[in-house]
């Protein structure tokens, strides 16, 4: 199955050479032998290769803030960048006060022409306040997209004008589309400014229970999130917030109070886990809630680092029951999916998320990749301090923070600090490389032609990926799976997550409709009957 | 659901859109330019518009749409997107191989002036290949806009008058409506015994079959040889005045191909006007096949008009697509009393005329009177069912919060479509497509009188 560089190089040479030698530094086929294999990530798109990319808007708005309930957010734009981030990404929110619910809803400034012209602060402001008028929400965010910032709309001085008329909070995201080179930039932006208006805003000391823990990175896709915190509630944790998945603005406020902070997806929230950590002194574990053994781990992970007794013993009486409740419910699907493999090219986390879970139902992941992560998502926190920020990302801003002088509060001592990342992932990501075979293909920004090259080549069972590739893939009689919207589908994550995962595969691959694609007269002749010498029957 | 839209309703004057009955102009032009044979549509901006613009598609079409990017970064955005717009079609004919790109614009790239003609010309072509474009500015219009302009792009850059004489053909300019319309259309044609050519045509683009292999070029499409054959054709129609008016008059300009513009065939006048204005055209008697359709159309008319004559109904949509469905629902009798698209409507003595004195001439003789607003949102939509409610809602996907929060059955026509198959591929347009649309209307009507009926009402022949 493994890949050679003489094939790989086959590929590539069909590139005009700049990209040639562009596209092969993003291409790595894993060797364990090689210590630290450097893969080039984060860095612009090639124009005109077709990326699967989105923009720094996306991220932020689309991504971050979305799922935020009870505040709307303004598009400060035209009106393709609100209309397309409204209710396509599957974050799901439910509320206690449905009149303070605003997920349904795409508030858009609908910049015309003059607006472009004379500027579009002043409309900008006549919106908020209509919002203010109609909702009267907790909160209101504003996100620029890309002419904003090229007219010079102040939309931080229009925000902050609007919070002294209305006494309420403005929060301003220069989120414009090019910054940077993709989402990421988004997260970044978003993750600044939660950090710097909302976290910690609240006048709470302590949280309302026991084992109190922030989820962060989490989306709620589908519903994600809502089987995460049911197996957490019930082991006896205290969530004060989710970032940002079904999360409230009156949640994040709340943030600092916690002592741990989870970070599932570690492209778009690790600079949240880190400033809390240097602000209030909450130490940050990587977790992984897809797949059953990645759901245990980090149960169990979590129960280390609180070190309570009580709390290992339910730990692990809620692992007991779970797993002996789903595994009979995977077993049928295992028989179904055993032995095939999967491409799994996603955003910036699910790429290696998901391969755990693959794993499990007996898929085998040869070959994997982010959009837009950068290289600590791929090699791992490490090579943090070798990774060198080029001119196309220099502009998002750094939000440095310092330790809050009341609050901040070591939650372990430097010792047992020690002692347990000896044992458990704190503050620290290994990255996607590490969990990957040798031979397999990593990929970064897979575009549109590699994606067919690299089928050609692996003949994967099924492609786990979006919605822009589905349609692709399953024209070539290959089950495509979305790892982003989950194919309307869902939860993923947790116990029930795998089985709702595996069922779902299963179901791919064991569709009749594959079996229909060549028409019956193309396996048989017209005429059939014996041709003589003299071509006459 | 929709809990926070208050029933009070006040005139909102920001200017400001809350829940959008339109989207930007980019994607229409996408769309279009998925219309030419062995295209690849190119957005000409940051990436995010492109990712969203292909993604939009693909849900509705349950189809792959293919389009690259320049994928501005920021320095690009400051000093001008020529580098990556020279870089992009060197790369795109290297790598994908189109027989044409297809430029459109966005937001960005119009605000910072890129003057994409003098970028084209100074680009790497290969010899035979051909890059057109349009000015797509996401800041005016909608997505019809777009669209439109691309539509215009193609008559601009291919369209020639070669032929001393004009041909026996028409063109046909569908407007933005489904492969599946297109194909009605493009068959009503035929079967008048008329040739055509139809630009853009999506039918076999977005609506490919599936063979096990992907074909980034599928057999569809309006060839570059068919677009510049339209300036020798005798006539075009334009079907759907926001959609295709723009190229037809410039193509009657570019090439004195007489233009007339006509509804979008939805429902039975619509398409007697479009057959009407082909056998004038061409002489031609129209055939039994046509007659026959439009007698049965007739006869279910009749057969069912018991099932919605009299029932309120709130349509929203593109313009065209409502100018037409409230066509067509006045003449089933039906009472369409909140009409609203949130594409901008045209000063009234504008090429594009008005949406809003559009409809209201058909409602007059109707003796119906209506909430009727251009550049609407789905808010204002809403809080006008609140203050008077309907039987029937017609509209995209984005229907479905209002149509859930009132429980008021939805039949989803027109674009995007994004929580149901099918629909893309069989027509709305014409009298079969006519015959669809009160299948799918009469079926949501009964549907609810079912599920509402008392046991002892609950009816076994309706």
């Known amino acids: ?537 | 659901m929709l809990d926070c839209t208050p029933k009070e309703y006040k005139e909102r004057n920001s200017g400001g859109v809350i829940n959008p009955a339109k989207t930007c102009q980019p994607i229409g032009a996408m769309y279009a330019a998925l219309g030419i044979h062995r295209c690849l549509p190119h957005s000409h901006g940051s990436q995010g518009c492109c990712s969203f613009h292909r993604m939009h598609l693909s849900r509705h079409f349950r189809e792959p749409a293919m389009a690259s990017t320049s994928s501005f970064t920021e320095g690009a955005s400051v000093f001008g997107g020529g580098a990556n717009l020279k870089t992009a079609i060197k790369n795109v004919f290297t790598i994908y191989k189109p027989d044409v790109m297809a430029v459109h614009t966005t937001c960005l790239t119009e605000t910072i002036g890129d003057d994409i003609p003098s970028l084209i010309k100074a680009a790497e072509i290969p010899e035979g290949k051909v890059v057109i474009h349009a000015n797509t500015p996401s800041y005016q219009g909608s997505h019809v806009t777009g669209f439109s302009n691309m539509t215009k792009g193609m008559v601009n850059y291919l369209a020639e008058a070669t032929t001393p004489l004009k041909k026996e053909q028409v063109n046909l300019i569908p407007g933005f409506v489904n492969p599946g319309d297109m194909r009605e259309i493009k068959r009503m044609a035929r079967v008048m015994g008329v040739t055509s050519i139809m630009f853009p045509d999506t039918s076999g683009v977005l609506d490919s079959p599936m063979t096990g292999k992907f074909t980034m070029y599928p057999k569809g499409g309006a060839t570059v040889a068919q677009i510049k054959d339209s300036g020798n054709s005798k006539l075009t129609l334009a079907l759907g005045r926001f959609a295709s008016s723009d190229a037809a008059e410039l193509l009657s300009k570019k090439c004195q191909v007489p233009a007339t513009v006509l509804k979008t065939p939805i429902g039975i006048k619509a398409t007697d006007a479009l057959l009407m204005a082909l056998r004038r055209a061409f002489s031609q008697e129209v055939p039994y096949e046509l007659e026959e359709e439009r007698g049965q159309l007739v006869d279910i008319m009749t057969d069912t008009h018991f099932h919605f004559h009299g029932k309120q109904v709130g349509i929203f949509g593109d313009p065209d697509i409502v100018t037409g469905m409230t066509e067509f629902v006045l003449s089933l009798g039906m009472k369409p009393v909140h009409i609203l698209t949130g594409t901008p409507g045209g000063a009234v003595g504008s090429g594009l005329g008005s949406f809003e004195e559009d409809i209201k001439a058909m409602l007059e003789p109707a003796g119906v009177t209506a909430n009727v607003k251009a550049g609407g949102d789905l808010f204002t939509f809403h809080q006008w069912i609140k203050n008077e409610p309907v039987d029937l809602i017609i509209g995209n996907t984005y229907g479905k919060f209002i149509a859930r929060a009132e429980d008021i059955p939805l039949v989803r026509v027109g674009f995007p479509i994004l929580d149901r198959s099918v629909h893309s591929y069989l027509p709305i347009v014409g009298y079969r497509g006519a015959m669809r649309l009160i299948e799918k209307i009469s079926g949501a009507l009964l549907d609810r009188a079912d599920r509402d009926a008392a046991d002892e009402d609950f009816e076994l022949v309706m």
């Open chain 1, 1 to 537: 199955m493994a890949v050679t560089e003489k094939e790989l190089q086959e590929i590539l040479e069909q590139y005009p050479s700049k990209v040639q030698k562009n596209r092969k530094k993003h291409i790595l086929i894993k060797d364990g032998v090689e210590d630290a294999q450097v893969i080039e990530a984060n860095t612009r798109t090639i124009p005109g290769i077709i990326t699967n990319r989105g923009c720094a808007y996306a991220g932020c708005k689309g991504v971050v803030l979305g799922p935020l309930k009870d505040m709307v957010h303004i598009t400060h734009g035209p009106i393709g960048c609100g209309f397309y981030t409204w209710g396509a990404r599957r974050n799901k929110a439910k509320s206690d006060d449905p009149t303070q619910n605003f997920m349904n809803y795409c508030v858009s400034t609908d910049m015309q022409e003059s607006d472009i012209v004379f500027g579009g602060e002043k409309k900008l402001a006549k919106v908020i306040d209509e919002v203010v008028a109609i909702f009267h929400p907790h909160a209101i965010t504003v996100s620029a997209t890309c002419p904003v910032g090229l007219i010079g709309d102040d939309i931080a001085a229009v925000a902050k004008a609007a919070e002294s008329r209305h006494g309420l909070p403005v929060l301003a995201f220069s989120c414009e589309g090019y910054k940077g080179v993709s989402q990421s930039a988004g997260h970044h932006i978003a993750n600044n400014i939660l950090m710097d208006r909302v976290i910690g805003a609240s006048s709470a000391e302590t949280a309302p229970g026991k084992y109190p823990i922030n989820i962060l990175g989490e989306y709620n896709i589908g519903g994600d999130s809502w089987e995460v915190e049911r197996v957490l509630k019930e082991i006896g944790y205290t969530i004060v917030s989710v970032m940002t998945g079904d999360g409230s603005y009156e949640e994040l406020k709340n943030a600092h109070t916690a002592e741990l902070n989870l970070v599932q997806c570690h492209r778009s929230i690790n600079y949240i886990a880190e400033m809390l950590e240097t602000k209030y002194g909450t130490p940050w574990l990587k977790v992984n809630f897809i797949g059953i053994q990645g759901m245990i781990e980090s149960l169990r992970n979590m129960a280390t680092y609180f070190g309570d007794e009580e709390l290992i013993a339910k730990t692990e009486e809620v692992i007991a029951r779970e797993v002996a409740r789903i595994e009979p419910l995977i077993e049928p699907y295992r028989k179904i999916c055993q032995g095939k493999t999967a491409f799994c090219f996603v955003g910036g986390s699910r790429g290696h998320h998901y391969q755990g879970l693959f794993a499990e139902i007996g898929i085998e992941t040869v070959l994997a990749g982010y959009e837009f992560a950068h290289r600590d998502d791929y090699e791992g926190r490490q090579v943090i301090p070798t990774i060198k920020t080029d001119a196309d990302s220099k502009n998002i801003p750094e939000l440095h923070v310092s330790p809050d002088e009341r609050r901040f509060r070591l939650k372990v001592s430097p010792e047992k600090m020690e002692e347990l990342k000896q044992k458990i992932p704190l503050s620290y990501y290994a990255g996607m490389n590490v969990t990957m075979k040798d031979g397999s293909i990593i990929v970064d920004d897979l575009n549109h032609f590699e994606t067919e090259e690299f089928i050609k080549l692996l003949k994967p069972d099924i492609f786990a990926s979006g919605i822009k590739d589905k349609y692709v893939i399953q024209k070539m009689g290959i089950p495509a799976k979305q790892l982003h919207s989950y194919d309307y589908s869902g939860p993923y994550a947790g116990f029930n997550g795998a089985v709702n995962f595996a069922r779902d595969v299963s179901m791919g691959f064991a569709s009749p409709t594959w079996n229909f694609i060549v028409p019956p007269w193309k396996d048989e002749p017209l005429l059939t009957g014996t041709v003589n010498e003299e071509g006459v029957a």
